[in-house]
């Protein structure tokens, strides 16, 4: 099955500065996804980026998806504290929505 | 519009009991799936409803069972726990194949 993971870097960054984290993947993909979490609880959607797509943007969100080298990355410009959360890509195959997520990156923001 | 709702929210039981965890899909959709978030790691597929039966299935013992209700809420059911069973379990609605899944806050389930 389809595995994303993100780069294990914990990134800490001040407020307004822009922060960008990486996930690769093992096999073929149809879509790939980036979730946020907060504090242990529930994943919040942010963007699904499909594999005939290399960039989208939503709001202060740009995700980036590499194919060839089975790679995305998810850029967040203009930083808040509130963006202080665990970031996930997570990934699904073809006619089967079932997600693999990566570990997550944690970004901290600092006002 | 509600979202998904999950319940309870935190819970704590001993090693060999049996638990069951509640999710109510959001509004219009049809299909629901687990996942289990063990600490610091990201969220792993149990399995998947729809139309009232396990359409997909992750690489999780039988001890874990499922069951979809006419309504589209779902139940999660753990037997004979074990420590290792301790973890954020997260419940996420979509409609059908839709690849957009909207996830629940979660249960905490600690096992001691």
């Known amino acids: 099955s389809q595995q994303g993971e993100e780069d294990p870097q914990a990134l800490s960054i001040q407020e307004g500065e822009n922060a960008t984290m990486n996930c690769s993947y093992k096999?073929?993909?149809?879509?790939l996804q980036w979730y946020r979490q907060n504090s242990g609880r529930g994943l919040v959607h942010l963007i699904l980026?499909?594999?005939?797509?290399r960039e989208k943007h939503s709001g202060r969100l740009r995700v980036t998806l590499d194919t060839s080298k089975k790679s995305s990355s998810l850029l967040i410009t203009a930083s808040r504290a509130a963006d202080t959360a665990s970031y996930f890509c997570?990934?699904?195959?073809?006619?089967?929505?079932?997600?693999?997520f990566g570990k997550g990156n944690q970004v901290v923001v600092i006002p | 519009d509600a979202g998904v709702t999950q319940s309870p929210t935190h819970l704590i039981k001993t090693r060999g009991q049996q638990v069951t965890l509640r999710c109510s899909p959001k509004?219009?959709?049809?299909?629901v799936s687990w996942y289990q978030q063990a600490l610091g790691q990201g969220p792993q597929f149990i399995f998947q409803?729809?139309?009232?039966?396990?359409?997909q299935r992750g690489n999780f013992p039988d001890r874990f069972s499922g069951h979809q209700f006419p309504n589209y809420s779902s139940e999660l059911n753990v037997n004979a726990l074990l420590l290792g069973d301790s973890a954020l379990y997260l419940c996420?609605?979509?409609?059908?194949?839709?690849?957009?899944?909207?996830f629940g806050p979660g249960t905490r389930l600690t096992v001691t």
């Open positions: 996420a609605s979509s409609l059908s194949m839709d690849y957009e899944q909207y």
């Open positions: 509004s219009g959709h049809d299909t």
């Open positions: 096999t073929s993909i149809n879509n």
């Open positions: 409803y729809y139309e009232e039966e396990e359409r």
């Open positions: 980026i499909r594999s005939n797509e």
């Open positions: 997570a990934t699904d195959g073809y006619g089967n929505n079932r997600l693999a």
